[in-house]
């Protein structure tokens, strides 16, 4: 199983970018639940930031990202979409996407992350 993140980059405050994460075969088994963003800014611990039920759809967001970020999958694809609007300086970091299978508590399939710095 593997994770590819693509889409990152460097942007002003206010912009607009759509991270992309390509999974291989495996990734949208029928065991996995759940997709997921994370993110680190350098010097912090990583921290949630949206995640999608593979099934339902059902999407879950950071307060922090709330309204401004827009998580998406095509299981067809697969792929997931984090489409991120209205970006600001707090946003810069490297941001990865992973999986959770059913009667996992932690995602365990990580992506090699991309970078997106907002700067003025």
């Known amino acids: 199983v593997q994770l590819i993140e693509s889409g990152g980059g460097l942007v002003r405050p206010g912009d607009s970018l759509t991270l992309s994460c390509a999974a291989s075969?495996?990734?949208?088994?029928?065991?996995?639940?759940?997709l997921a963003w994370f993110r680190q800014a350098p010097g912090q611990e990583r921290e949630f930031v949206a995640s999608?039920?593979?099934?339902?759809?059902?999407?879950s967001y950071a307060d922090s990202v709330m309204g401004r970020f827009t998580i998406s999958r095509d299981n067809a694809r697969q792929t997931v979409l984090l489409e991120m609007n209205t970006l600001r300086p707090g946003d810069t970091a490297v941001y990865y996407c992973?999986?959770?299978?059913?009667?996992?508590?932690?995602?365990?399939?990580w992506g090699q992350g991309t970078q997106v710095t907002v700067t003025p």
């Open positions: 999608i039920s593979k099934n339902t759809g059902a999407t």
């Open positions: 075969s495996g990734a949208f088994s029928a065991t996995t639940m759940s």
């Open positions: 992973a999986t959770k299978k059913f009667g996992r508590s932690a995602y365990e399939v």
